[in-house]
């Protein structure tokens, strides 16, 4: 396990997990003043991650052929499903809790909670290994993981002001 954890924060779809972990955190934080129906949220997540998969694929795929002048090489496509299925699992992650509150395993209320704050977690987790990776001590690594989630944090906040 951890090599395979390791493995993952040395490449190149960090970034791309945590982009999509921001896009749904932004659709979570802009749902839950009128919450749908877990359902409801489960598949706002998971369109919400195959509409932004398929945005990125296709604008990869046009942006390297119009840039390269040339089709894509294998490799150059695997890159490309690699970024985009990171892109759609950071989106769709919070799914999982929402999943538990249709069975009635939590209350949509909770299920929003935990969606939000570990979204927020896991955006501060890749900003302590990005430091960590960079030869920085824990505790700057920690100030450094906590500055990254300020990004969460700052969508939650400005949501909660405007409602």
Do not use: C, N
Not at 53 to 64: H, I, K, R
Not at 66 to 88: C, K, M, P, W
Not at 106 to 120: D, T
Not at 122 to 133: D, K, M, N, T
């Amino acid at each position: 396990m951890r090599a395979r954890l390791e493995s993952h924060l040395g490449s190149r779809q960090v970034s791309r997990v945590i982009y999509g972990s921001i896009i749904g955190l932004a659709l979570i934080v802009a749902l839950q003043s009128h919450p749908p129906s877990a359902a409801g949220m489960i598949g706002s997540l998971l369109g919400t991650a195959v509409a932004v998969a398929l945005a990125e694929a296709y604008s990869d795929v046009v942006g390297t052929r119009t840039s390269e002048r040339r089709r894509l090489t294998g490799r150059q496509a695997g890159h490309i499903r690699d970024d985009v299925v990171a892109v759609a699992f950071g989106i769709a992650f919070p799914a999982v809790f929402f999943l538990f509150a249709a069975v009635g395993a939590l209350q949509i209320g909770a299920a929003f909670a935990l969606a939000k704050w570990s979204g927020l977690a896991l955006i501060g987790f890749y900003g302590f290994w990005a430091a960590r990776f960079t030869g920085a001590g824990i505790s700057r690594a920690l100030v450094h993981g906590a500055l990254a989630a300020l990004i969460g944090l700052f969508l939650i906040l400005l949501k909660s002001l405007l409602h």
